[in-house]
């Protein structure tokens, strides 16, 4: 049986994407380490990503970006990554496991499950997946727009970062 984990990053963000993986793991092989992405460093993140990505069954990342968050809201946008990270998968899972309370209007069982990211090792991985994934992306900004320190807070409502929009406005990442 093919069951996918799904998570989403960056949905507190002041500022880009919302991004989502869905994540196949193979069954006879364990990876050692995982957890939720938020209790691991950023270097184990980034070793972790790597081993997912080559000893997965399957895997996918999907992001929305900020204008389509402002046009349609954040929970819906982060429905929408969600769903577009396992339309990316080129296998059909039999069963989907989505990290929160919300599930998903999809064509396969799915399941929402609250600190599924704790508990469901699929979950874990595609939380690992998306996080590494906009992180990149924010370090990415952090180099067009250098006044906003994306780099460091990755756009999440830091003090800093707050103060930064208060002296020069919003870039065009910024979520209105």
Not at 103 to 117: N, V
Request: contains cysteine; charged residues 25%; glycine residues 6%.
């Amino acid at each position: 049986m093919l069951i996918a984990g799904v998570d989403e990053v960056g949905r507190g963000a002041l500022a880009g994407p919302v991004t989502a993986a869905a994540v196949i793991l193979n069954s006879n092989l364990k990876i050692e380490g995982l957890k939720d992405s938020k209790s691991l460093s950023v270097k184990k993140r980034k070793n972790l990503n790597k081993e997912i990505k080559n000893n997965s069954v399957d895997w996918s990342i999907a992001s929305v970006d900020s204008k389509k968050i402002d046009s349609i809201n954040i929970l819906q946008a982060s429905l929408l990554a969600m769903e577009k990270a396992i339309k990316g998968l080129s296998k059909t899972p039999d069963m989907v496991l989505i990290d929160g309370q919300f599930s998903l209007d999809i064509a396969i069982p799915s399941f929402a499950i609250i600190k599924g990211d704790t508990k469901y090792q699929n979950i874990m991985a595609a939380s690992i997946l998306a996080k590494v994934s906009r992180d990149k992306l924010m370090e990415k900004f952090g180099r067009k727009y250098p006044k906003y320190g994306f780099e460091l807070h990755k756009g999440y409502p830091t003090k800093s970062h707050i103060n930064k929009i208060k002296l020069v406005g919003p870039c065009a990442e910024h979520r209105l």
